[in-house]
């Protein structure tokens, strides 16, 4: 996914996850997505690429 936004010149990705989801939550943190808000039941993650 990464690699096709770069191809695709996107400069950032965001995703909307469920607090909840845990699992999700550390797969974005281990590829470098930063919380940039947070809501009642959902937190909204972005990457910014090179």
């Given at each position: 996914?990464?690699?096709?936004?770069?191809?695709?010149?996107l400069?950032?990705?965001?995703?909307?996850?469920l607090?909840?989801?845990?699992?999700?939550?550390?797969?974005?943190?281990?590829?470098?997505?930063?919380?940039?808000?947070?809501?009642?039941?959902?937190?909204?993650?972005?990457?910014?690429?090179?």
């Amino acid at each position: 996914m990464l690699s096709v936004a770069r191809d695709m010149y996107l400069k950032r990705i965001r995703m909307h996850i469920l607090k909840e989801n845990e699992k999700m939550l550390t797969l974005a943190q281990k590829l470098g997505f930063k919380p940039v808000d947070l809501e009642e039941d959902i937190v909204r993650v972005e990457k910014i690429l090179n």
